[in-house]
């Protein structure tokens, strides 16, 4: 188990531009696929207070519910690059 965790819809833009950063600086990091209704987004809302994608938590800098895809790829880029 990752200390980062990506919660993603397949097929998402956002939510590959943020896949592609994670990759790039060789990250690992664990994958949850979110279901296509926000209404049954359960999961990502108790993390980040919302039901949209991406969201990014890293436990290991206290993170909890990152969203927007430039917000994390800026965090990703400025904490691991």
């Known amino acids: 188990m990752s ?20 990759d790039e600086l060789e990250l690992d990091y664990d994958v949850i696929e979110v279901p296509r209704s926000h209404e049954e987004r359960t999961e990502v809302e108790r993390v980040s207070g919302q039901t949209g ?19 994390i790829v800026d965090y990703l880029e400025e904490t691991y690059a």
């Not at 994608?53 to 917000?71: A, F, L, N, Y």
């Open 53 to 71: 994608v991406p969201v990014i938590t890293d436990e290991s800098r206290g993170v909890e519910g990152m969203h927007e895809s430039d917000d």
């Open 3 to 22: 200390d980062i965790t990506l919660y993603e819809l397949p097929g998402c833009p956002f939510c590959a531009k943020v896949r592609t950063k994670l």
